[in-house]
């Protein structure tokens, strides 16, 4: 009979482009998104949980390539189950994780629009997954975090999100100084392309792309870029869009307008859009958010008005924004540049029609939850040393009783504490692991001490400090280790972390 043959044990990699999270990343992410989690409590948004799986169908606007459903995302085609109901999802269909968090969000507005209230403020936090070529920074599993508002077509609602965002940035430990809100409206963007004579197509989405690129190339580059085209650091050709240069000039004028300030801006963009009737629209809903942001104390040191910002616009339908961080920190070569965007988001009127063929007008924002917390981290707001727990030793097997009664008084007292369960036969290892735990005491009892009632209390940090830079005799007096009565074990532990 041959032999079975062995199965490969599988190897313990972490899949490509996922990662692990381990304590002070997790405890550390939570702390921010429940600062970030208060603000929007306190503006009246609800908290919502979605499935982290939707419908291909549901999703569909968000592929990059509806002839292949599972392309951009991790998709499957559910088989038949015996047994099992039809609904969502049914035999069949095509079901996939989550890319984002709004798509979800316009299929609970449609779904629900009967119960819900109107307009429906939610927020929502959680990972999303892309199925995309992972690379340095780039992840196929990240967090999301979202504030909309759904229902409301008054710019009052941008404006809104635009101060959450201000106070949600600071509540998470960014200072005023640190940020800029940037806000520019889709609807100038029409104007400046209504006169140019430019309608929606395939010229419209060349001069969208092209505006795109003026952080990189700068006016002139943008201006070769819509009429004849230009040579790239290469030297190779890139071709223009093939625009007459009068017509050049208002995507130039738009892009130039940023002001001394607010109203010097405004000004601009109202010469930049001429007689364009949704231009003006646009203009006019810009200066709204600005004086609604001055009422609510959000100044010009915090939010403006800024044409530059025009990533995503083709997705958005008026008022967008971007919250860029403005302080400098050093990159993996030592070089100093700005720290960059962390927030982006803007009105979408469009998504929710989708499932119900009416216009339902809806405004968010996203933040970018890894980034922000790599922010808080390189401004020294996060990433400290994280204490472990207390660890309770244990010195005999038969008293283990009593070294857990020590670990639940201190958690009684708010205190983070354990009792070792490893083998407890070397005392050395016990407090290996107390180290390895980052521990920053140890409590231990033999049967002398128990039949004296005391404790003898390990004070870790101290003790490392003592053995890295006192002398031999300093360390054999054992300073960092002291002997109370049983009773004042909480005491003496809430002095030694406080």
């Not at 306190?42 to 599972?70: C, I, M, Q």
């Not at 625009?243 to 995507?251: H, N, S």
């Not at 050395?428 to 033999?446: C, E, H, M």
Request: aromatic residues 6%; contains cysteine.
């Amino acid at each position: 009979m041959a032999k079975e043959k062995k199965q490969p044990r599988p190897k313990a990699d972490t899949p490509k482009g996922f990662r692990d999270y381990f304590g002070a990343d997790v405890t550390e992410r939570k702390q921010m998104l429940d600062r970030i989690a208060e603000i929007y409590h306190r503006h009246g948004f609800d908290p919502l949980e979605t499935s982290a799986v939707e419908t291909v169908e549901a999703l569909g606007k968000f592929l990059p390539d509806v002839d292949r459903p599972n392309a951009g995302v991790f998709a499957w085609q559910e088989a038949e189950v015996p047994g099992i109901g039809q609904g969502g999802g049914g035999a069949g269909d095509w079901l996939a994780l989550r890319y984002d968090l709004t798509a979800p969000l316009a299929r609970v507005a449609a779904q629900f629009r009967n119960d819900l209230p109107s307009p429906y403020r939610r927020y929502a936090m959680g990972p999303v997954w892309r199925n995309e070529k992972p690379g340095p920074g780039r992840f196929r599993q990240f967090y999301q975090c979202d504030a909309d508002t759904v229902g409301s077509a008054s710019v009052a609602a941008d404006a809104e999100i635009c101060a959450m965002l201000s106070a949600a940035l600071e509540h998470a430990g960014i200072q005023r100084g640190d940020y800029l809100i940037r806000i520019n409206n889709r609807k100038v963007l029409n104007g400046i392309l209504e006169a140019m004579g430019v309608t929606e197509g395939p010229v419209s989405d060349d001069v969208l792309r092209t505006i795109d690129k003026f952080d990189k190339v700068g006016e002139a580059g943008v201006r070769q870029l819509l009429t004849t085209g230009r040579k790239d650091d290469s030297g190779a050709e890139i071709a223009g869009v093939g625009l007459a240069p009068e017509q050049a000039d208002p995507v130039i004028a738009f892009l130039t307008s940023k002001g001394a300030d607010n109203a010097a801006t405004l000004a601009n963009l109202r010469a930049a859009v001429g007689a364009s009737e949704i231009g003006a629209e646009g203009v006019d809903e810009l200066a709204q958010i600005a004086d609604m942001l001055t009422a609510m104390g959000v100044g010009e040191d915090c939010a403006v008005i800024d044409p530059s910002i025009v990533r995503g616009l083709g997705y958005y339908t008026g008022p967008v924004f971007e919250a860029e961080l403005t302080f400098e920190i050093l990159d993996e070569k030592g070089r100093k540049r700005q720290f960059g965007s962390v927030a982006g988001g803007g009105r979408y009127d469009g998504l929710v029609e989708r499932f119900t063929g009416q216009k339902v007008p809806a405004t968010g924002v996203s933040i970018g939850v890894d980034r922000l917390l790599a922010a808080l981290r390189a401004k020294g707001l996060m990433g400290g040393q994280e204490h472990g727990p207390v660890v309770v030793t244990v010195m005999d097997r038969d008293r283990m009783g009593e070294y857990q009664a020590m670990a639940a008084e201190l958690r009684a007292a708010g205190i983070r504490a354990e009792v070792y369960l490893g083998n407890p036969k070397n005392f050395g290892n016990q407090l290996k692991y107390a180290d390895k735990r980052q521990s920053p005491v140890a409590i231990i009892q033999g049967a002398d001490e128990a039949a004296r009632g005391v404790v003898q209390v390990k004070d870790l940090i101290l003790g490392a400090k003592i053995a890295a830079e006192a002398s031999h005799e300093e360390w054999k007096a054992q300073p960092a280790q002291t002997e109370i009565a049983r009773d004042g074990l909480v005491a003496e532990v809430r002095r030694i972390l406080g």
